[in-house]
């Protein structure tokens, strides 16, 4: 840390508390001094401030020390007075007003960064002007009653040789009274006589003259001449002209113009001689007798005694007009011993002096005077570098004392304020001493303002630097000057401020400050930074819906007032989402809707990679070839087509509360010639502000017509909405197009400008290679290839939502509007189980769905051909150009309840049209919503009673929330199976149509139509009439529908290969299709657009068994044979059935005897050998388990039938082929007429080669009676 003594506050107390010098002069001795622009004291001001004087002192004490600075204050007698405190005000005002028209011509720069402010020298951080200011401040309590640093010294009387009678003139001087009357300045003073001699215009004989009689008359050593205006032409130009600094209200060139080197070193030496000889030895020697006579009065124990015990006085000078200190009191003269001795540096001496006053000053209440003395002490404390604590003791107590006076003692406060601040500030207390500017801001604005700006300056310069405060206090101040009209001073702290809050968080407090520093800018007429400043509040979406309004009607008004559009880069009105831009552009990929290009390339590359040829040179994708035909100049550009857009999605968000239109919103973009000279890298300037409309975008060619067409679009948006806009640019000639950025117009004045400079681009047709961050220059470049052929597709009646198992009738339409032809056209879909193309062009001549019932073929392929291909190629003699249009029928099923996207990929090629581009494709999109409807599920079991029969359940839910359905008809695929009702149709659903949640199951019986013994499906002899039945009553003549043709069967077939298993099933498995209709009673709201047919598709329904084995004993039911001749012989025959598909082992045991068989009864009236016949019928309802089980036994009452032996082989054991039948015979004999059940036998059956984890059991004999009677 500096000494104190060498500190910028000790070089201001070495300045401002110094020994005055009171001047008397003639008005000829200025008219002399005026030829330089200069008064006498304003010439010899400069030359008051010694700082290698080097004089002996000796003041209390016998030890001498060295002065080697010091300093006078050269005043006329007519100023030596205390300052008028209006005058004064105006005088502080008006150097805050130079100071703020001396900056203005920087206000255009921009706000300092704050590590710039950081890094300069404490010096430079505060405005220079604040010195200056300090001191009018501390000079406005210049000659004040109550202290005397302020009291005259010395008088210096000038004559000039020119005056009639100098001598005279010295007397009259002399003699006439210029101090104060009051009483408190001491007239006997040191009093020195100096004749000015002008060499411009006097003698030198009669100087001389004059001279010799001063000498004669004052003394030898108090009289002095000072030749002056040397310079006859009075041009001197002096490089460092030493007055520059003390008058800048007049050309440094013409300051001293008369004055020449001499004269100036004589000035130099005459006020060095006057301080070193006079002054100071008149100082040391008034020190001296003051200390011994104030030694002898006041010093010493028994003075110290006496004064312990003095009384104060009893009226207060604080209280009077007039000062009772008078110059003569010893008070009086204790206090100018104590100023004497500071200004001599002797600053032991001076603090004692103070000390000893104090007491006096305390008893008398003369509060101004104490406080007065408390602050010089700390003052003296301070330059000798003694106690902090001690210095900043005395000075709050001045301070405090100062305070308690009220408003006349406000200004004394405010000095010692400043000394304090200062003190404080040498010590590097800047944090204390920012507290200390802030008490003495007080009530007057500007005087708070300049307080405050200084205040925060001591927070940027304490360790760490406090900039929130330091912030906070430039705006506070800034406000304050704002209040008093120095709008240039606001400004200037207000941008100081911007660097502190810039980069933080505080959002309405930085808007504050770039709201307001944009209104004064307007105010001082610069309304371009205006402007600029005011843009920084636009986006404020945080702020009150009035404060918004009040920011954007002040920000049009300035723009308005500067009578021209204005080009703003970076505009926040609206804030524009960088990271929803999104680049949409067609190259051989087209698209029909922009639900289409929004699609994930990977998706469209799964589709195309079948359908797209490779090079001759091997399987490549588009990206290679393009490669290949590219120059090497482009490979990195995209390609797009003249004549074709390409498009730009792009957010708009409103921050604000309140509705903003945006007009004349469009792309700046370049397309330049494809040169070989072309600069592809050439970016724009990434900030400009500006009326000037930019000339090196949207070009225009020299033909006089635009290369390329702009889109332009105007929207509101409300408070806080968000708009996705679409903005595009049509290339019309061929070359390189860059989408440079976006512009718009807010209130027709304001030109919004947005470049697209190193941002990530999703640009919908990037290549999956791509690097994952785009450049402009990657997404935003293209190079324009001339125009092509462009298939445009749609798809008529394609319904949004629609039931589960609805089958629509559609038609594609394709259309070329160029006259260059396209051909080979090939189409692919994602979801075939929805979409199949029909095999002609022509439509139906039959309405849809009549044209898929039987008797109406004609209308429809009769069995569509299975596409080993899942690219679909239309005929080669498909040509399309010019108007023409290609009408395609489609067919659609809504397989699966869900949200459906179906992608549409149609391939087609060009011919002779570019070199880059063979082909194009065109890609297709739709999303369809699915809702639920009918659910199916079928169980089948075999028939116990018929080997071929089947018994099936089916089960119906109606899945949907609120649809009715009417069911029409369950057909079997395929030649093979049969299927007939068990109950009437009307016993099946009654109420006509299946309510929403309604379950249904009913019965239906199938019969494999296979010969027996035989797998060949060519042996199946059923008609194909058999495979369906009518599941309605009304209308009874209306037809069935063929699920034989296409689309149904080709529908069918993509639902086998979805539902079955991977791997080849079973031929033991039976496919139903079940077709329902919406009845006419249901609520239409959940699909617009009502089903015409529903078809609902179930596959691989397998039978369900416990036994591998099926199998039926044939033979007689009744017999007549006469016993009375020989038992009765019969032959049967085992059909026996493997059902596996593993090899099975049969074994057949029959049994002679039933376990519950009785003995014959005898004959009662009744035939003998009768039993219980239980009713059979040919189609008899089974459960799943009827395998096994038994009929009940007969009633106890009927009589028992003589048993039966079976004749033939007791056991029997065959090897049966998987999924084969084979056939046993078998023989019975009988002894007598009756009803004999022949299920006395069991197969037990062995598998081999087979996954179940049963490889064995036992299965009974079903019930079989045969009745034998004796024949007459």
């Known amino acids: 840390m500096v000494e104190p003594v060498n500190s910028s506050f000790g070089k201001m107390l070495l300045e401002e508390v110094s020994p005055v010098v009171m001047v008397l002069c003639t008005p000829l001795v200025e008219e002399t001094f005026l030829k330089n622009g200069l008064s006498f004291v304003e010439t ?17 004490s016998d030890q001498l020390y060295r002065l080697k600075k010091f300093t006078l204050r050269l005043f006329y007698a007519s100023d030596i007075k205390q300052p008028n405190v209006e005058v004064a005000k105006q005088r502080l005002e008006h150097v805050i007003t130079q100071a703020g028209e001396k900056d203005f011509q920087d206000m255009k720069s921009d706000p300092p960064q704050i590590s710039d402010i950081l890094s300069n020298p404490e010096s430079e951080i505060a405005p220079s002007w604040f010195q200056y200011y300090n001191k009018e401040l501390i000079r406005t309590l210049s000659f004040s009653d109550h202290e005397a640093f302020d009291h005259p010294v010395a008088c210096l009387l000038v004559v000039s040789s020119k005056d009639e009678e100098p001598i005279k003139k010295f007397v009259d001087l002399f003699n006439s009274n210029r101090l104060p009357t009051d009483g408190t300045m001491d007239p006997n003073i040191l009093k020195h006589y100096l004749l000015v001699h002008d060499n411009q215009d006097a003698t030198t004989e009669r100087t001389s003259k004059v001279l010799s009689e001063m000498r004669s008359q004052f003394g030898n050593n108090e009289c002095n001449l000072l030749c002056t205006n040397s310079s006859k032409e009075g041009n001197v130009e002096h490089q460092a002209n030493p007055w520059a600094s003390f008058k800048s209200s007049v050309s440094a060139d013409k300051l001293g113009c008369a004055l020449t080197g001499d004269d100036i070193v004589e000035i130099k030496d005459l006020m060095q001689e006057f301080a070193s000889r006079h002054i100071i030895p008149y100082m040391e020697q008034k020190v001296r007798e003051l200390n011994q006579q104030i030694s002898a009065t006041r010093k010493g124990l028994r003075n110290q005694f006496k004064s312990f015990f003095r009384k104060g006085k009893v009226d207060g000078p604080d209280a009077t007009k007039g000062s009772m200190y008078t110059y003569s009191s010893t008070e009086s003269q204790i206090r100018i011993l104590g100023d004497y001795a500071f200004m001599l540096h002797d600053y032991e001496l001076a603090l004692s002096s103070y000390q000893l006053i104090s007491t006096d000053y305390n008893l008398d209440k003369a509060w101004k005077h104490y406080a007065g003395v408390q602050e010089m002490m700390g003052l003296a404390t301070f330059i000798s570098d003694q106690s902090k604590k001690e210095s900043e003791y005395y000075m709050e107590k001045a301070f405090s004392t100062y305070i308690k006076l009220g408003k006349s003692g406000f200004q004394n406060a405010t000095r010692c304020g400043l000394w304090w601040a200062e003190m404080l500030k040498a010590r590097d207390q800047h944090k204390e001493a920012a507290s200390v500017y802030f008490r003495i801001c007080g009530e007057e604005p500007l005087h708070a303002a300049v307080m405050l700006e200084q205040a925060s300056y001591c927070f940027v310069l304490t360790k760490p630097a406090m900039l929130h405060k330091y912030g906070f206090h430039l705006v506070l101040s800034g406000e304050h000057y704002k209040n008093c009209d120095q709008v240039n001073h606001a400004i200037r702290t207000y941008k100081s401020a911007i660097s502190v809050y810039k980069s933080t968080t505080w959002s309405h407090i930085k808007d504050h400050v770039y709201f307001h520093i944009g209104q004064w800018y307007a105010i001082v007429g610069m309304h371009d930074v205006a402007v600029r400043n005011m843009l920084k509040v636009l986006d404020c979406g945080y702020q009150s819906k009035a404060t918004q309004e009040i920011f954007l009607r002040d920000f049009f008004d300035i723009v308005k007032k500067t009578g021209m559009k204005h080009e703003v880069v970076g505009l926040q009105l609206p804030v524009i989402n960088m990271l929803s831009l999104q680049v949409i552009y067609e190259d051989h990929r087209t698209y029909a809707s922009q639900a289409s290009a929004l699609v994930e390339e990977s998706i469209w590359q799964s589709l195309e990679d079948d359908i797209i040829p490779s090079l001759n040179s091997g399987k490549s994708n588009w990206l290679e070839l393009q490669s290949k035909l590219l120059p090497k100049k482009y ?12 498009k730009v999605d792009l957010e708009f968000k409103n921050p604000l509360l309140i509705s903003t239109s945006i007009t004349s919103v469009s792309l700046i973009c370049e397309l330049t010639a494809n040169s070989d000279d072309l600069k592809l890298d050439n970016e724009p300037s990434s900030s400009s502000l500006g009326p000037e409309i930019s000339t090196e975008h949207n070009q225009v060619t020299t033909s006089g017509f635009s290369s390329f067409t702009l889109s ?23 070359g390189i197009l860059k989408i440079v950025g976006v512009r718009w117009e807010l209130s027709g004045s304001i030109v919004g400008v947005h470049y697209f400079q190193s941002v990530p681009v999703k640009a919908k047709t990037a290549r999956g290679r791509r690097k994952n961050k785009l450049t402009p220059t990657d ?57 199949s193309p029909g095999n002609h ?33 239309f005929p080669k003699d498909v040509s399309l150009q010019g108007e023409r249009s290609l009408r395609w029928p489609l067919w659609l099923r809504a397989a699966i309840p869900g949200t459906i996207s179906l992608y549409f990929t149609i391939y087609y090629e060009m011919e002779n049209v570019s070199s880059i581009m063979k082909y194009r494709t065109l890609r297709m999109h739709y999303n369809l919503q699915v809702l639920p409807s009918l659910q199916t599920s079928f169980e089948i079991t075999p028939s116990p009673s018929r080997l071929q029969e089947f018994l099936v359940r089916m089960d119906i839910v109606n899945r949907a929330n609120s649809g009715c359905f009417q069911i029409h008809q369950l057909s079997t695929v395929g030649s093979r199976w049969g299927i007939s009702l068990l109950q009437p149709v009307d016993t099946i659903l009654p109420s006509k149509s299946l309510l929403a949640g309604q379950a249904l199951s009913c019965f239906f019986m199938i019969k494999d139509c296979r010969k027996s013994g035989t797998e060949d499906e060519e042996t199946m002899t059923l008609p194909p009439s058999q495979t369906d039945v009518k599941l309605f009553t009304q209308d009874d003549d209306e037809k069935l529908f063929d699920i034989v043709s296409s689309p149904l069967a080709s529908f069918h077939d993509s639902e086998r290969s979805c539902q079955g298993p ?24 959940a699909v617009p657009d009502l089903p015409k047919i529903l078809t609902h598709h179930s596959c691989h329904n397998s039978i369900r068994s416990s036994s591998p084995l099926s199998w039926s004993l044939d033979g007689p039911q009744t017999i007549h044979h006469d016993f009375l001749t020989s038992l009765c012989e019969i032959k049967l025959k085992m059909v026996i059935r493997n059902t596996s598909d593993g090899f099975s082992s049969v074994t057949i045991n029959t049994n002679d005897c039933l376990p519950d068989a009785a003995a014959p009864t005898s004959s009662s009236g009744n035939q003998s050998g009768w039993r219980y016949v239980p009713t059979v019928t040919e189609e008899m309802k089974l459960t799943s388990d009827v395998m096994g089980s038994r009929l009940g036994k007969p009633p106890s009452s009927m009589e028992s039938s003589p048993p039966f032996i079976w004749s033939g082989l007791s056991s029997t054991k065959v090897q049966i082929q998987p999924l084969s039948t084979t056939e046993i015979p078998l023989q019975i004999s009988v002894f007598s007429p009756g009803i004999y059940d022949l299920s006395s036998y069991k197969l037990n059956w062995e598998l081999s080669e087979h996954k179940s984890a049963t490889s064995s059991g036992t299965c009974q004999g079903y019930p079989y009676y045969l009745t034998v009677l004796q024949s007459e």
């Open 44 to 60: 010899l001001k400069p030359f008051c401030n010694f700082r290698n004087i080097d004089v002996p002192v000796r003041t209390s």
């Open 635 to 646: 490979k990195e550009s995209n390609v797009c087509v003249a004549g074709e857009s390409v």
């Open 841 to 873: 062009e022509e439509e139906l001549a039959t309405e849809f769905p009549d044209c898929l019932k039987k008797g109406d073929e004609q209308n429809i392929v009769q069995h569509e051909t299975n596409r080993t291909s899942s690219v679909f190629a």
């Open 779 to 835: 997404a935003l470049k293209f190079l324009v290839i001339k125009s092509l052929p462009r298939l445009e597709g749609s798809i008529d009646h394609l319904p949004e939502k629609l039931y589960a198992g609805d089958l629509r009738y559609l038609v594609l339409e394709l259309r070329n509007k160029s006259e260059s032809p396209i051909k080979n056209l090939k189409m692919k879909i994602s979801h075939p189980r929805f979409v």
């Open 1062 to 1085: 991977s791997v080849q099933v079973g031929p033991n498995t039976v496919d139903f299709i079940l077709i329902s209709r919406l009845a006419k009673s249901s609520s239409p709201s």
């Open 712 to 734: 332009e679009v105007e929207f509101t948006l409300g408070g806080g909405e968000k708009k996705l806009v679409r903005l595009t640019v049509t290339p019309s000639e061929e």
